[in-house]
């Protein structure tokens, strides 16, 4: 067998590498959690319905992982972050979910994920040579 290694942006191969880990997992795991996966994404708009921040989101088994989640510069401290986070807590609730996970850098808002019931499971130091990468979660049930 001759294998090689390519480096390319391809979105079926990309999606086949997905799958095949999915397929995987789904061996692993008990069977009433087998296929909960579901984006979920929550948009703050503005007046002209232009984006001002948002969670972009996935249930995937048992948690609720956020990827994504900002908010304006201009428009933060009115507590617009903390009714987003609400309200992707109580969809996570509603669905079952044990807990939410997510990450923070040291300049971003772990004082504000902290004062909102979430936990550090995990640092990392030296990310960008000064600042700490900090896993984060906080359970649900």
């Not at 296929?35 to 984006?51: C, P, S």
């Not at 992982?65 to 986070?85: A, C, M, P, S």
């Amino acid at each position: 067998m001759d294998l090689q290694i390519t480096k390319e942006l391809n979105e079926k191969d990309k999606k086949s590498i997905n799958n095949s880990l999915y397929e995987f997992n789904l061996k692993h795991f008990p069977k009433d959690l087998r296929g909960r996966y579901e984006e979920i994404n929550l948009f703050l708009k503005d007046e002209n319905n232009t984006v001002r921040g948002g969670i972009l989101g996935e249930i995937c088994w048992n948690w609720l992982e956020i990827h994504v989640f900002i908010i304006d510069e201009d428009i933060r401290k009115h507590g617009y972050g903390t009714k987003l986070l609400l309200e992707i807590e109580q969809i996570a609730i509603e669905k079952n979910c044990d807990f939410i996970k997510l990450d923070t850098l040291s300049f971003q808002a772990l004082d504000f994920y902290k004062m909102l019931g979430y936990q550090v499971y995990g640092t990392l130091d030296k990310v960008g040579r000064d600042y700490k990468h900090y896993y984060i979660k906080k359970d649900l049930l």
